[in-house]
């Protein structure tokens, strides 16, 4: 069996500081991103709801044009 070790100073180490500006762009394409996955995701969403009424309408849809 082999071990892996891990060095204790990678994990403690502080990352580079980043500008003013490269923490701004970040934080822009964090909240694009962000809007543009809770659309995507309200758009699943209201598709899933729509699964039923597509189905009862081609389900009953004939039938109940056929009685009108």
Do not use: E, K
Request: charged share 5%; hydrophobic share 65%; glycine share 6%.
């Amino acid at each position: 069996m082999t071990t892996a070790t891990l060095s204790i100073a990678a994990f403690t180490a502080r990352p580079a500081a980043r500008s003013a500006a490269t923490r701004s762009a970040a934080a822009g394409r964090d909240i694009a991103l962000s809007i543009l996955g809770n659309i995507l995701l309200i758009g699943i969403a209201a598709l899933a709801a729509l699964v039923i009424p597509v189905a009862a309408a081609l389900a009953f849809g004939p039938a109940l044009l056929s009685v009108l």
